[in-house]
């Protein structure tokens, strides 16, 4: 299979922009090529100028973190930009297709809306792992992406290794691991097969397990070839120097990132042994990821009590297979013992 017979004829043709800091390589002490205010910002750092459009210093710690190439990692707005990323670089508007398993996480679909891209569903079986034979039967030569979420969001289980190699294997296009809530689990990251496989793509995100939602920073990891349209298409200087520098000292601690998913995981097991006591609970599904789906008797019901006590949770009813299932994330430990509290008056 050739990567670039799944690229869109006009990315594949494009002439991508060649900002100021891509075009002068060597040494200069005084920067008069990229129009911005040499005087300074109105803050002690220096944000009067352009970042580095390939963050290359983050990348080389993330390269040894995930023990990938820099060149392999594409740095984005979220690891929701490199989902948009992937519809422009892969699918041709009203052509193309690509395939997702309900229930999942929704911006597959919106970015599929948004792209004019036709959106095929293959349900998640009742073990909520893919069925393989009814994905291969939705594709055609116009099928670009398919989407593993593993752990999967809302169900917050992994997806079988045996499905995703088979899948791998037997489909042609692009296989997407969206691997955002791999750090809660026991499992390793397909990061480390994008060698084995030129089809497939995984993203993961500083979002969860290393508190940084607010900053905005996920990543796509592929082969050099993928991984250079996605550069391609971005916008020139898509990650801001605030960011990165705050990324850059985050990526330092791994110890916190570490207790974070030890402290999370620890109280998860509580929540569970808590949650199973509460009689309108009927099922609560294994979990690998920092939140829990849990079956209750009337999700609405339960819902709307929270809410009126000051507490969100989300109800998933409306997705596949998951009717009168909230999805509870893991909260600070007195945050899950609020909940619990609350629960219990409810009983
Ligand atoms: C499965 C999954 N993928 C991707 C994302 C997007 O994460 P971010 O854009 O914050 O990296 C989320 C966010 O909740 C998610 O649940």
Not at 76 to 86: K, P, R, V
Not at 103 to 115: L, R, S
Not at 156 to 185: M, P, Q, R
């Amino acid at each position: 299979m050739l990567i670039t017979d799944l690229i869109r004829k006009s990315i594949l043709e494009l002439k991508p922009y060649s900002s100021a800091r891509d075009e002068f390589k060597g040494e200069a002490s005084v920067f008069l090529d990229a129009n911005e205010n040499s005087w300074g910002s109105p803050y002690p750092i220096a944000y009067n100028r352009y970042p580095d459009p390939l963050q290359k210093t983050i990348k080389n710690r993330l390269s040894a973190l995930k023990n990938v190439r820099p060149e392999q990692i594409f740095l984005g707005n979220g690891s929701d930009e490199a989902i948009d990323i992937l519809f422009r670089v892969f699918c041709e508007p009203g052509l193309d297709n690509v395939i997702i398993l309900p229930p999942t996480y929704g911006m597959y679909a919106v970015q599929g809306n948004i792209h004019g891209t036709e959106i095929r569903r293959a349900p998640l079986n009742d073990h909520f792992q893919p069925d393989v034979p009814a994905i291969l039967s939705l594709v055609d030569e116009r099928t670009k992406l398919l989407f593993l979420c593993s752990p999967n969001n809302p169900t917050g289980n992994l997806i079988s290794s045996d499905a995703v190699t088979e899948l791998l294997e037997k489909f042609k296009g692009i296989v997407v691991v969206d691997e955002a809530y791999i750090d809660f689990a026991n499992s390793v990251s397909w990061a480390n097969k994008t060698d084995e496989y030129p089809n497939l793509v995984v993203l993961q995100t500083l979002s969860k397990a290393w508190g940084l939602a607010g900053l905005r920073v996920g990543m796509a990891m592929s082969n050099e070839t993928i991984i250079g349209y996605f550069n391609k298409v971005k916008y020139p200087y898509n990650i801001g120097l605030a960011t990165l520098a705050i990324v850059e000292q985050a990526l330092q601690s791994e110890a916190q990132y570490r207790s974070f998913v030890e402290q999370l995981n620890a109280d998860k097991s509580i929540l569970k042994i808590e949650l199973a006591d509460l009689a309108f609970v009927e099922k609560i599904y294994p979990s690998d990821a920092n939140f829990i789906l849990v079956k209750v008797r009337d999700a609405q019901v339960v819902y709307d009590y929270l809410a009126q006590n000051g507490i969100i949770v989300r109800n998933r009813s409306k997705e596949v297979n998951c009717e009168n299932c909230l999805r509870i994330t893991i909260g600070t430990t007195a945050e899950n013992e609020q909940l619990i509290a609350l629960l219990k008056g409810m009983a």
